[in-house]
C-alpha cells in the first residue's frame, strides 16, 4: 500500500487527477470506478480543466459508479446520477452510454442488481477504482456488518452515514434509508484502488482501516488484501496513522 500525504487540497487533487490522466493517457479505454461524495469534488474539477486544457480525453472510456440511492430519481439533485453530470461528465467527453450508475428507482432491485453486475462481468475488471472513506469504514456503501456481501446489492443505510450524507439534502428526513453498492468482492478485483481521504474527522478511521485489524467491522480494512492501493490524505486525515 503506498499511502501519500499531501499538505494542501490542491496538491492532493492534483496528484488524484494525474494519476486518472495518466492512466487514460495510457489506455484511453480504460475501465473506471469512480466514487461520489465530497471527496472526490477537488479530484474531478481537476480532471476538468485538464480536459479543457486539451490533455486528458474520456471518449473511449467506460465507468461504473459504485453506489446510487434507492428510490432518487435521476433528476433529483442529490441522486448520484446528478452528482456525476454536474461534477464530472457534464464538462467532459464522456460517451454517456459508456457511464454506468446503478438505478435507484428500478421497480426490482435484485433485478437491477443482477443488471450491474453482469455489465461489469462484460468488462471483466475496473482498471482502477476511487474510493472515499465513510466515517465508519464503509466504502461504496459497504456497510461494517459480520459479514460481508461480494456483489451488487441493495443495503440498509447506517444512521451515521445518513447523517453524514444529510448535507446534501433539504432536510435530514429526505435522505433516502436504503442504496444500491457495488460489493466489496467487485471492488477489491479492480487492478488498482485509489482511497482519498480527507479532514480530521476521518483520522481515527483512517488509521483503524489502514493499519487496524482486517474485519467486516471495517469495510476499508480489507483494501490491506489489495496487491495495489495507493492512498491519498490531507495531513489532518493521516494525522493518527503510525
Ligand atoms: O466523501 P464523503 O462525502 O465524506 O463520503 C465518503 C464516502 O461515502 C459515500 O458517500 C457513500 O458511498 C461515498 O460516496 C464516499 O466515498
Not at 468482492?185 to 485509489?194: E, H, P, R, V
Request: proline fraction near 5%; glycine fraction near 8%.
Amino acid at each position: 500500500m503506498n499511502i501519500l500525504t499531501f499538505r494542501t487540497d490542491d496538491e492532493l487533487n492534483k496528484a488524484g487527477a494525474g494519476i486518472i490522466t495518466g492512466m487514460l493517457q495510457t489506455n484511453p479505454r480504460s475501465i473506471l470506478g469512480l466514487a461520489t461524495g465530497g471527496t472526490p469534488v477537488g479530484i474531478y474539477r481537476e480532471l476538468v480543466e485538464t480536459h479543457r486544457q486539451g490533455l486528458v480525453s474520456f471518449a473511449k472510456a467506460t465507468t461504473f459508479n459504485l453506489d446510487e440511492y434507492v428510490g432518487l430519481e435521476r433528476t433529483h439533485p442529490a441522486s448520484y446520477f446528478a452528482f456525476m453530470q454536474e461534477h464530472l461528465f457534464g464538462s467532459v467527453d464522456v460517451d454517456p452510454a459508456a457511464c454506468h450508475i446503478p438505478d435507484g428507482t428500478a421497480a426490482d432491485l435484485k433485478a437491477e442488481c443482477a443488471r450491474y453486475d453482469s455489465l461489469l462481468e462484460q468488462v471483466g475488471q475496473i482498471d482502477m477504482q476511487l474510493l472515499g472513506l465513510g466515517h465508519n469504514g464503509h466504502i461504496g456503501f459497504n456497510e461494517p456488518d459480520h459479514s460481508l456481501v461480494r456483489s451488487t446489492h441493495a443495503v440498509e443505510l447506517r444512521e451515521q452515514t445518513r447523517e453524514a450524507n444529510a448535507r446534501f439534502f433539504n432536510k435530514p428526513e429526505e435522505v433516502p434509508t436504503h442504496a444500491i453498492t457495488m460489493g466489496v468482492g467487485t471492488i477489491l478485483k479492480a487492478k488498482m484502488i485509489l482511497l482519498v481521504v480527507r479532514g480530521q474527522d476521518k483520522a481515527d478511521i483512517v488509521a483503524r482501516a489502514l493499519q487496524g485489524p482486517i474485519t467486516t467491522e471495517c469495510p476499508a480494512s480489507l483494501l490491506q488484501t489489495h496487491p495495489h492501493v495507493v492512498v491519498l490524505l490531507d495531513s489532518e486525515a493521516g494525522s493518527r496513522l503510525k
